[in-house]
């Protein structure tokens, strides 16, 4: 069982928005500034999307935004594209210590 | 361009030791706090363990805790995970991984390497 939860899968339509949650068990997500999200598209190598609850690293699509609160994170994906289909993993910790939690991922299909 | 490439990975019995190497290239290795995260086949990411930059902070996910043993060699710009007592349920994909950020114990991961299966049967 992951420490943190997010919905095994979303779907939408291309142009469409969604949004993925992730909800600590504990106050992980809550206490902490450290949110990331990862992207990984069938059989390809985890990249990621968001970093620091919102940042967004350079030469991903400002389509991508990321927010917080309380304990819960999301990830929106907006004007959907067949392109984001893949599965959505997020992720939290602290910069002062080596522990990393990770989501369950959301498989995102676009109808 | 940053480059991780893992090796190692290969069929294990149960009980028995394994060593998985990742090699950087592109980058200033001793800057950045390194990990391994795997993945199970068709199942989501695990993260396993964490080293910092000088390996003064190591850290480990409680289901390989007292069996893995993380560890650098700035001077060869490698990271390795000694694995111990393998289980079947440690078969997976192991991948290592960089931080984004200089000096961070850790962070969001944004060099991924292309992973090294690990294959835990008898």
């Known amino acids: 069982q992951s420490a943190l939860t997010q919905p095994a899968s979303v779907s939408g339509s291309p142009g469409q928005s969604i949004t993925i949650s992730c909800t600590g068990i504990?106050?992980?997500?809550?206490?902490?500034?450290?949110v990331s999200w990862y992207q990984q598209r069938p059989g390809k190598v985890p990249k990621v999307v968001i970093f620091?609850?919102?940042d967004r690293p350079s030469g991903v699509s400002n389509r991508f935004s990321g927010s917080k609160s309380g304990n819960t994170a999301s990830l929106t994906i907006s004007g959907l594209q067949a392109e984001d289909e893949a599965h959505y993993y997020c992720?939290?910790?602290?910069?002062?210590?080596?522990?990393?939690?990770f989501g369950g991922g959301t498989k995102l299909t676009v109808l | 361009e940053d480059q991780l490439v893992e090796s190692g990975g290969g069929l294990v019995q149960p009980g028995r030791s394994l060593r998985l190497s990742c090699v950087a290239s592109?980058?200033?290795?001793?800057?950045?706090?390194m990990h391994w995260v795997r993945q199970a086949p068709g199942k989501g990411l695990e993260w396993v363990s964490g080293i910092s930059w000088n390996s003064g902070s190591i850290g480990y996910a409680g289901s390989v805790k007292g069996r893995f043993t993380i560890s650098r060699d700035n001077a060869k710009n490698s990271l390795y995970l000694q694995m111990n007592s393998l289980r079947v349920e440690d078969t997976a994909l192991y991948y290592c991984a960089k931080v984004r950020m200089v000096g961070a114990a850790t962070d969001a991961f944004d060099i991924w390497g292309q992973g090294t299966m690990v294959t835990v049967s008898s």
């Open positions: 504990n106050s992980d997500i809550r206490d902490s500034n450290y």
């Open positions: 992720s939290t910790y602290t910069t002062s210590s080596t522990y990393v939690l």
């Open positions: 592109a980058f200033t290795f001793d800057d950045y706090a």
């Open positions: 620091e609850v919102s």
